[in-house]
Structures are given as C-alpha cells and as structure tokens.
C-alpha cells in the first residue's frame, strides 16, 4: 500500500473494474478500493468465478464481461485491491479517509483502523441505491427492498420466506422473481405499479436495445411458465402482520397514479419485496466538492460530467450510475472512457497506443455511451412512482425510519414553509439519524416536489460530510 | 455560562439566562431547555491554577461555581478519565436545541406578524442624507427607517455595502456528532483549553483547541471544536476531524464504544474583543449592529433580542451597553452618506 497513488478507483462495480482494466499495463499505480469483500459489486455478488454451461444461457452478458475484466486487472503488480475498505470522506487535494476492517497483520490480533491516502486522479464509481415509494406497514419485519432480497439469496444463500410477493416498479422485480424461482422458492405474485399501456408507451425509447428487449421477454417467459400471477397496473398501498409481515393489500391505480376505490385485493405472504428504481450513491462526490445536475431522466440528482467524465472538480472522474442510472453496460463504457480520458491526460499515448486509434475508440465509447440515453430515459422514467403517489401518502406512516418521522409531521412542516431538502430536516430531524437520510432523502425529495410543485434546484439535495457512513470512534484512536 | 467572560460579558449572559425559562413557555417550539449544569475539565497545573483564578473573580459577581477535585468530578460524571486533574462546577450552565430555538424564534415573530423573506440576497443598503431607508435583495427592494445588521459571521459585509468597516469575522467551528446511544453525560462540559482559545488566541495555537461535549435530548454526542480563521470556508477538515475525536476521548473514554455519524463546520463571528457589537452605529442614523456574539450567539439570543427591541423602540434600558457599543471600532470612518 503506498500513501499516493496515480488512480484511486472507488467502487469495484462494472464501472470501476472496467476502468481499472483500461489502465492496467500502463505503468501506473493504481488502487481500487471497495466496502464489501469481493470485487464486480452486486453483479458479481457471489457468481461462480467459471460460468456454468447453463449461465450461458443467462441473459445478462455482463457478468462474463466482469469476470475478463477481473482477469485483467489481476495481471498488473501495480493495482492494488483494498476490500472490506470504506472511504469515509474526501478532503482538499483528492485525499481520502479510508475505514478498514479488521485487517489481520503479522502476529496482531485483528482491529480496524482508519488511514489516509491521496490520489492524483479520482475515478468515483460509487453505484447506487434503492428508492421506495413508503406505504402504511412499510418498516414491518419482513418487508425488504429487491436488493436486500438478492444479497440474502446470492451471498447467504436463504430465501426471503417460503412464499414472497413481489412489488413495485422495477425491471428488477422479474429478475428477483426468477432468482427466487430458481432456488425452488415460491413468487406469490407480481404486483407491478406500470400498466400495459404504460410500458408500451416507453417501448420506443430501447428500439435499439434489443439485448433489454430479449432478456425482458426471457423473464417474461418465465413468469408465464411458471404460472406467477402477475398484476399490472396495481400498487400495494398497506402491509400488516403481527409483528412481521403477513399479509398485503394491493389496489389498481388509474393512468395518473391514483389508487382506485373498491379494486382493493389482500394477499397472504411471506414477505414483500419492493422496489421502485434507483438513486445514484452521490454522497462522496458532493464531498469532493463535484457540482450535481437534476435530471428526472437519469434518475434525479446526478454528477455533472463533460464528455471526459471528469467532473467540475479538477481530476475528479465520475462512472456508471452516479452519472445516470442505466445499468451495467452504460458502466462498463464509461468506466473505461474515463480510464482513456486519464490516460489521454497523463500522456500514456505512445508507440503501444498510437493516437489514431487512442482518439477512435475515444469517439466509439462517446458514441456507446450517447446510445444508453434512451435506455437511462426508459429506465427512469419506468421506475418513477407517480407524484401523486407520493402526494397520497397517509399521515401516519413514518418516512424517516431512524427517526421516526411520519408523513403527518413533513406535510405540516412543508405548508409551513420549509420546503427545502435543508430547511425540512433542521425543522423536522428527517435524515438526521444513523443513515443520514441515505434511505429517505430521495423519497423527501419526491414528497416536496409532490406537493409543492417546486423546481428541483430550489428544492435541493442533502449536504453530505463525513463519514459517509457510520464509523467507530475506536477506528480513529487505532490509527 | 462559565465560559463567558467576568464583567459585562458574564452579567448580560446572566440575565439571558432568566429570560430563557419564559421562552419555553414562550415559544411555538420545544426549545429543549434545561439548567443541567457544566463542568469545565482540568488536565494539568496550570490549568487548574488559571482556572482557580478564573472562577474567583466570577464568584466575585455572584455566580454559583466551584472547584471539584478528580473524585468530585467523577461523582458527577462517573464516564470521565481518571486521569483528569479535577473541574470545575457551575450548576447554571444550561443547554438548549439550538434549530428548535431558531424555529422558535421565527414562528414567534411570524405570529406577530414579522414578515420572513428566504433566499433574500442583500444587494445594498439604501441611504439618504445620511439615513438609512431601505435594503435592495436578490427578492425585491424593502423600505425601512431602520435597518438591523444581525448578519452574524457575514456582518461585516453587510457593514462594508455602506463603508462602515465593523471587525467582524469568520471563525470556524468543527463539530463531530455520534449516533444515539444511551446517556454517558449529564453536564456540558468544556475544557480549560476551550477557555483560554475563546479569549486568547495566540494560547489557542499552543495549548491546543479546547474541547466541548454534551449530550443532546435524543443521545446524540455533539464533540467540538476548532477554532480556524480560514475565511468563509465551511468545510471539515481531517486534521480538525481527528483532533476533535482524539482530545474528547482522551477525556472521555467510552466515547471508544460510540460511532461517528456525521461532521459538520459553521462560521461564528469573531470579534477582536470577544464581546458582540450591539447597537445604533454613529455615522449612519438608524444602521443598528447586532452581531459578533462569536459562540454566544445561541445563548445570548434572548437577551440581544430584548436589548435591540428596546433600542429601537427609543426605550430606557437599564444594562450598560457602552462595552458592546458599535463606537468602540473606531476605525469605521464616518463617511458621510448621501
């Protein structure tokens, strides 16, 4: 491990792997940090390293893509891996504080500890998170997000329950359901808020993703032979159960979002899986001090890139979905053209990459990364739950789960004039908890503009400091 | 209240003090008051020499304090390091929720019938024949016969849009806030350091920053705090992070079990002297100063308001104000205004 390095790469998704394996074998020290234990982020999560013959049959090409790319990277002495590794926050100077656990030394009992490193060029490739659209019963036991479902299976092996129902708006919802299908686990039934209508309407934006339109037939098809019910149109607006979650009521929405009266249905489950899209992890950029863009299309608050990537901070680089939720190919693409825009800056064009082609696959990517702009519009605008749905939230139920505020205290709150991101979490203490507002801060930002109207600008998005996430003070007294 | 200076200083944060336990009837919030107590925390000898003659002159004007040696100090709190010489003991220190205060202060006025204009850049102050008559905003022109400069670590320059150079200016405060536990501190306590960084800060760079903790209402730790002249920068800083977490726990060790949830950094406004600049600036007729309390800010809120209010309604006021008074910075000029 050095101090400085010529590349720090946070997060080892598709995006940073992609461009850790663009500058691999050019002489530069480059370090790739990331907070779990393995690399390829959640599309890797505990994938069989040699494909089986079956997941040649799997529809998402990335994954063998990941796997090359590890095998690249691992080539080149010069990358190093930090897992299980936290960046905390980022100072002056690109100098990152990094949280390590528990790293085993020589002879030394096991202990964390925090440590500084400085990178030349930044690469933040930070993903994403799950957004939910909260409803009455949403904080029950039993209720989980997609993603927390697909850790559950992928890394621990377990179902979620013996029967699970499925909600929300997300491609990702058919994904899990075959997951849980093919580990013999039971879709109670597929409650998808988009209707038929709706989808079609979105159709136009991937006629050139034909690969999305295959591997959305391939999960529709086995739904289909499987039997799951599957619900259009219908959003689940209550979960209850005794202690944990046991049954759901769901209703049909009309085309604008508003729920139906008297189509109420009640289903008996053994958890609820929700998902409404995504928000892209901004929280370490705002820290490096990069300038952020609202764009309904890319999935609300993004980094503002140029065509380099490189933020409006200086060496700061931003990849995959923090600049554009689009999922793991746009990654791919852009993790390697800001790798290329490095290395374009740091003169690693020469006789082994002459400029012709240098400035070529420059155009190429550009043009890749212009083609996922529909898919990003398609995507986001799917996942969107209706502003009225957010409008729709009944008083009692909690948004802030880790303080434990309701919608009836944020509407007050909002008519009373604090109508900002800011002005609402000093007046209410919304996002002041452990998870400072990472799970409920995009849902306060829907309810605002839900009821206010306001522009997006003048709604704004949470300060973030350090640490990102929680970290023992024992880390900083080790160190 | 053991952090304010003898004199002047002490005696307007005494009256704040009463008038703090109306407010929270007062006011439209829950402002989280409570006389707790404070301890300020001694850690070598000289410390407790200086600060032996410190609470002497403040019992001098009549403040309940005193000194507690190690024993004493941990009946009070059993969480703190043994290695700590002693305290001191003042049972007025209080504590209150700072954005609850705030708020109240707002809803309050706007229940009588203050108007609130948000995102209101000042643009300039308007005068004629040497009056004040209005302020330009980002948000509309306003008319006023007089206009408050309670600009807090800007106000400085808000006095420069009408050539009064008023020595106000930022300080940087860090502040590292834990997760919620359960309660580990009954008083607020600061550190003798924290002492002499607030009214000598040439001791400030030698004798570190001084430290202060509580424990808010709902079990969140607050840990400060720096003391920067660095412009208007609010950012967090490493080296500010790591000697905040590594003085506190020095003192109070099972701060080893608690996590870091957030940081944060605010401007106080500085004033040479220490002591806030409160009232009617000579020059410029009907321009009041209302800033500089640097770290009071919160706590002498009420009494500032009460002071200005009577100010500007021409009432009699009973508290010497000649050390607070705008005309002690000379150097403002008198530039006539036409």
Not at chain 2, 87 to 96: C, I, K, M, Y
Not at chain 2, 186 to 197: F, T
Request: charged residues 20%; glycine residues 10%; aromatic residues 6%.
């Amino acid at each position: 491990m050095n101090v400085q390095y010529h590349v720090i790469i946070v997060g080892s998704g598709i995006a940073g792997l992609s461009a850790a394996a663009t500058l691999a074998g050019h002489g530069l020290d480059i370090l790739i940090i990331d907070e779990s234990g393995h690399r390829g982020g959640q599309l890797l999560r505990k994938t069989r390293l040699k494909p089986s013959c079956f997941s040649k049959f799997e529809p998402d090409l990335m994954k063998s893509k990941g796997f090359d790319l590890v095998w690249t990277i691992n080539k080149d002495p010069d990358i190093d891996w930090l897992f299980n590794a936290r960046v905390l926050g980022i100072f002056k100077d690109r100098r990152l504080l990094v949280h390590i656990e528990n790293i085993k030394t020589h002879g030394e009992k096991a202990s964390e500890k925090i440590i500084e490193v400085r990178a030349e060029n930044l690469i933040l490739a930070t993903g994403a998170r799950e957004k939910y659209l909260p409803f009455k019963g949403w904080t029950l036991p039993g209720v989980m997000s997609l993603g927390a479902a697909q850790i559950l299976m992928k890394s621990y092996g377990v179902l979620p329950a013996h029967n699970t129902l499925i909600a929300g708006t997300s491609p990702l919802m058919m994904v899990l359901a075959s997951e849980i299908l093919g580990n013999k686990g039971k879709v109670t039934a597929l409650v998808d808020e988009n209707s038929m209508i709706k989808k079609l309407t979105f159709l136009p934006l991937i006629k050139n993703h034909w690969s999305k339109l295959l591997e959305g037939a391939f999960y529709t098809s086995r739904m289909f032979l499987n039997r799951v019910s599957v619900f259009q149109g219908y959003r689940v607006i209550q979960a209850s159960g005794n202690k944990g979650f046991q049954s759901a009521i769901m209703a049909k929405t009309t085309p604008r979002g508003d729920v139906i009266p008297g189509t109420e249905v009640r289903f008996f489950s053994g958890a609820l899986l929700v998902g409404y899209g995504f928000a892209p992890n901004i929280e370490l950029p705002v820290q490096a001090g990069c300038k952020l863009e609202y764009q309904e299309n890319k999935g609300g608050w993004v980094v503002k890139v140029d065509e380099t990537l490189e933020s409006s901070c200086r060496s700061v680089y931003a990849a995959g979905e923090i600049t554009g939720i689009a999922g793991a190919k746009k990654s791919f693409i852009q993790g390697k053209l800001a790798a290329m825009s490095i290395l374009k800056k740091v003169g690693k064009i020469n006789a082994r990459n002459p400029k012709k082609i240098f400035t070529a696959e420059i155009q190429r990517l550009l043009f890749l990364n212009h083609q996922q702009t529909a898919y990003s519009s398609f995507l986001n605008r799917l996942c969107q739950a209706p502003a009225s749905a957010y409008a729709a939230i009944p008083d009692e139920t909690i948004i802030c789960r880790c303080e434990q505020i309701t919608m009836g205290t944020i509407k007050k709150n909002i008519q009373q004039g604090f109508d900002t991101i800011s002005s609402l979490k000093k007046a209410t203490r919304c996002g002041m908890g452990r998870c400072q507002g990472r799970i409920c801060g995009p849902v306060i930002f829907d309810i605002i503009t839900a009821l206010t109207q306001k522009k997006p600008e003048h709604i704004g998005c949470s300060l973030s400091r350090a640490p990102v996430k929680n970290v023992n003070i024992k880390a900083f007294l080790n160190s | 209240m053991q952090s304010k200076k003898p004199g002047v200083h002490l005696s307007l944060a005494m009256e704040s003090l009463n008038r703090f336990e109306g407010l929270q009837k007062e006011l439209p919030t829950d402002i989280e008051f409570k006389k707790i107590g404070g301890m300020v925390i001694i850690e070598t000898d000289a410390e407790y020499r200086a600060m032996e003659k410190f609470i002497k002159e403040q019992q001098a004007i009549g403040l309940d304090v005193r000194l507690l040696d190690l024993h004493q100090a941990l009946e009070k709190e059993p969480f703190l390091s043994p290695s700590i010489l002693g305290s001191t003991f003042s049972p007025l220190d209080a504590q209150v929720n700072p954005i609850n205060l705030t708020l109240g202060f707002a809803l309050a006025a706007k229940r009588n019938h203050a108007r609130i204009i948000n995102h209101a850049e000042v643009l300039g102050i308007h005068t004629k024949n040497n009056r004040v008559t209005g302020v330009a905003t980002t948000r509309g022109n306003f008319d006023a016969d007089i206009v408050v400069n309670a600009a807090g670590s800007m106000a400085g320059l808000i006095s420069e849009l009408v050539g009064i150079s008023m020595p106000v200016h930022p300080r940087r405060g860090q502040i590292v806030v834990t997760h919620a536990g359960k309660p580990v501190l009954a008083h607020c306590l600061i550190s003798a350091k924290y002492i002499a960084a607030k009214y000598d800060p040439s001791l400030a760079d030698k004798a570190g920053q001084g430290i202060s903790m509580e424990q808010a209402d709902n079990g969140n730790l607050l840990l400060g705090s720096t003391r920067e002249f660095v412009g208007f920068n609010k950012e967090n800083t490493l080296s500010g992070i790591r000697r905040i977490i590594r003085q506190t726990a020095a003192v109070l060790p099972v701060l080893e079990n608690f996590q870091v949830i957030r940081t944060f950094a605010g401007l106080r406004p500085y004033t040479p002297d220490g002591l806030p600049i409160l009232g009617p600036v000579r020059h410029l007729n009907g321009f009041f100063m209302a800033a500089g309390h640097e770290g009071d800010g919160i706590a002498l809120s009420p009494v500032t308001g009460d002071l200005m209010a009577r100010m500007l309604l021409g009432q009699k006021i009973h508290t010497p104000l000649d050390a607070f008074s705008p005309d002690r910075f000379e150097n403002y000029g008198g530039k006539h205004h036409g």
